[in-house]
Nanobody, 124 residues
């Protein structure tokens, strides 16, 4: 079992930047592929980005490609999401998720471990 705790959310102006973090504990962090999902009010949870266990492979949703960067530091048991050029539509609760490293996935059902979420609000 792995426990995940997100941090770093907040209020940011459109066009601005924000970095959110997810700290993991409980099991060997490098055994897991990690991902960020988000959920806006009244909408379903959607995939944002994923990073492989080694950090060597990443994949992004089209809506955030070239604006967001996912990364991880296995020696710190932490995964990050750097968000640049933020838009109003990026407003959501952002969730960190973990799954075994055998394969990557963009589907929330593939991830058994979730954090509690951190709110990101983009204002005009």
């Amino acid at each position: 079992q792995v426990q995940l705790v997100e941090s770093g959310g907040g209020l940011v102006q459109a066009g601005g930047s924000l970095r959110i973090s997810c700290a993991a504990s409980g099991r060997t962090f490098s055994n897991y592929n990690m991902a960020w999902f988000r959920q806006a009010p009244g909408k379903e949870r959607e995939f944002v980005a994923t990073v492989s266990w080694s950090g060597g492979s990443t994949y992004y949703a089209d809506s955030v490609k070239d604006r967001f960067t996912i990364s991880r530091e296995n020696d710190k048991n932490t995964v990050y999401l750097q968000m640049n050029s933020l838009k109003l539509e990026d407003t959501a609760v952002y969730y960190c998720a973990a799954k075994s490293r055998e394969y990557t996935s963009i589907y929330s059902s593939a991830y058994p471990y979730w954090g509690q979420g951190t709110q990101v609000t983009v204002a005009s």
